[in-house]
């Protein structure tokens, strides 16, 4: 059984910054690429960032390019998200899943985690 748990996430000022993580148990983490979402009210969820399970291969998503950086650490089973420079549109509850391959696409991900909130005020 794959487990997947957030944490980090909170309130913060604009241009502020915020690092999440999502601790994975239940696999071997290093052979599943993982994948950063957001879901904002009244919105569908977004992709974030993804990164391969060798960490050789990262995506971002436009909106974020320059001012999110994913990570991962095999030897924790960890994936971070290190958020800098936040808008206040960046208000959303954040995801980690994890998948066979990096996507933006939310199907292609088979386990997912309860997420976390982060705030930004202006």
């Known amino acids: 059984q794959v487990e997947l748990v957030e944490s980090g996430g909170g309130l913060v000022q604009t241009g502020g910054s915020l690092r999440l993580s999502c601790a994975a148990s239940?696999?071997?983490?290093?052979?599943?690429?993982m994948g950063w979402f957001r879901q904002a009210p009244g919105k569908e969820r977004e992709f974030v960032a993804a990164?391969?399970?060798?960490?050789?291969?990262?995506v971002h998503a436009d909106s974020v390019k320059g001012r999110f950086t994913i990570s991962r650490d095999n030897a924790k089973s960890t994936v971070n998200l290190q958020m800098n420079s936040l808008k206040p549109e960046d208000t959303a509850v954040y995801y980690c899943?994890?998948?066979?391959?990096?996507?933006?696409?939310?199907?292609?991900?088979?386990?997912w985690g309860q997420g976390t909130q982060v705030t930004v005020s202006s």
């Open positions: 899943a994890q998948g066979n391959a990096v996507s933006s696409r939310p199907r292609s991900y088979d386990y």
């Open positions: 990164i391969s399970g060798s960490a050789s291969y990262t």
């Open positions: 239940g696999r071997a983490f290093g052979g599943y690429a």
